[in-house]
């Protein structure tokens, strides 16, 4: 069984964190005075890195600063290896490496690489070692490839310099990021509503497990309860915790002056089923909710329209009222009748949900690009 083969996994650990906290320093020293330099001069390894760190796979913005991270901490590791019980010489325990020294790293650095509290247990590391050999597993092939080329060079290289100067290049890439995670969302002055629908259109269009449609959703549920004065506040779950874990009815719920709850909003950036709904009402109906919004972006299965109707009507003959709606259907309707100061507020406070719930930095800097291209 593969095993540590100098040191303990608290040692090694101690050790990581030690270089970690001192290469960092000195990588923002050097930013500070003007004179911070890619110390690697290979283009390719340079540009693999910069890939690596930047990646729209979040779980693989990790895999460099621990892999490389354990490998200067005991020159004995394969600094490819990410589960201990594989057997290979100098297997070792990536996991805790990531988890106890890279990830309140990242905390601590805004979240730059992604905000991730486990990212070694996701799907893209489960299997044994960094290798091209499991790059069928993989959804995304050419980051895949990036961290074989660096770690495959880190791995075969006669010294511990090499692998400092991956090391040191990688923390360069991770501070030029940190610059961009500060991001400015310029709401322009002046702004039509087919503009405004566009744009909220085409920022959810791309694939966020939810996160984008869940912001824009709640700046406009927000937007409607300051503007029409129905509610005073929405709360919001993170997009990753479910509703009974965080004790939310819904995705938001829409609160008075006296928080009780008066309106819910469930939000779909999939096809909603009936068994979603079902779900919902039961939750709903335990806390005396009686109006139930599901906003959806891709409509309700067709299986389950005839069925719909029919729930409908016996959900408001028990009190219960639930509607169906188009989330951009629903901007517009309310950015119109709430007119041009609105659609600001509501720009503005898309990228204020992007923030407060620390989505991923590319979705902030999107829409902080979306925004800058009007």
Same mark, same amino acid.
């Given at each position: 069984m593969g095993r540590v083969p100098s040191k303990s996994i608290g040692d090694l650990v101690a050790r990581a964190t030690e270089i970690l906290n001192q290469t960092w320093q000195e990588v923002r020293d050097l930013a500070a005075q003007g004179l911070l330099q890619d110390p690697l001069h290979d283009a390719t390894l340079v540009q693999a890195i910069r890939r690596s760190v930047t990646s729209r796979t979040r779980t693989y913005r990790y895999v460099l600063p621990t892999q490389l991270l354990a490998k200067l901490a005991d020159s004995s590791l394969d600094c490819r290896s990410v589960q201990v019980g594989s057997g290979a010489e100098g297997a070792f325990?990536?996991?805790?490496v990531a988890h106890k020294v890279v990830v309140p790293f990242d905390a601590d650095n805004h979240n730059v690489l992604g905000g991730s509290p486990e990212p070694y247990v996701s799907n893209p590391l489960r299997v044994p070692k960094v290798s091209s050999r499991y790059a069928a597993a993989q959804k995304n092939k050419h980051g895949w490839s990036d961290l074989c080329r660096v770690l495959d060079a880190a791995q075969k290289s006669d010294g511990g310099a090499f692998v400092e100067r991956l090391f040191r290049q990688t923390l360069v890439e991770v501070h030029r990021q940190l610059a961009a995670?500060?991001?400015?969302?310029?709401?322009?002055?002046?702004?039509?509503?087919?503009?405004?629908? /566009? !744009?909220? %259109?085409?920022?959810?269009? #791309?694939?966020? &497990?939810?996160?984008?449609? *869940?912001?824009?959703?709640?700046a406009l549920f927000l937007t409607i309860g300051r503007k029409f004065g129905l509610y005073n506040n929405v709360r919001r779950a993170t997009i990753n915790t479910a509703d009974a874990a965080s004790g939310l009815v819904a995705d938001l719920e829409c609160l008075s002056e006296r928080g009780e709850i008066v309106v819910v909003a469930e939000i779909k950036d999939k096809e909603l089923t009936l068994g979603?709904?079902?779900?919902?009402?039961?939750?709903?109906?335990?806390?005396?909710?009686?109006?139930?919004?599901?906003?959806?972006?891709?409509?309700?299965?067709?299986?389950?329209?005839?069925?719909?109707?029919?729930?409908?009507?016996a959900e408001f003959a028990s009190g219960q009222n639930f509607y169906i709606l188009d989330l951009a259907a629903l901007a517009r309707v309310a950015?119109? /009748? !709430?007119? %041009?100061?609105?659609?600001? #507020?509501?720009? &503005?406070?898309?990228?204020? *949900?992007?923030?407060?719930?620390?989505?991923?930095?590319?979705?902030?800097?999107?829409?902080?690009d979306s925004l800058a291209s009007l």
């Open positions: 325990d990536a996991r805790s995670v500060h991001v400015t969302y310029p709401v322009p002055i002046r702004i039509s509503l087919e503009r405004t629908i /566009l !744009l909220t %259109e085409r920022f959810m269009a #791309e694939l966020s &497990g939810g996160d984008r449609a *869940q912001a824009v959703a709640s979603q709904i079902e779900a919902k009402l039961q939750g709903a109906r335990a806390k005396k909710v009686s109006e139930i919004f599901f906003i959806v972006q891709k409509g309700a299965a067709a299986c389950d329209h005839s069925a719909l109707a029919a729930r409908t009507e950015l119109a /009748l !709430l007119g %041009e100061d609105a659609r600001r #507020e509501f720009l &503005g406070s898309v990228g204020q *949900q992007l923030d407060d719930y620390k989505s991923d930095i590319r979705h902030r800097q999107d829409w902080r």
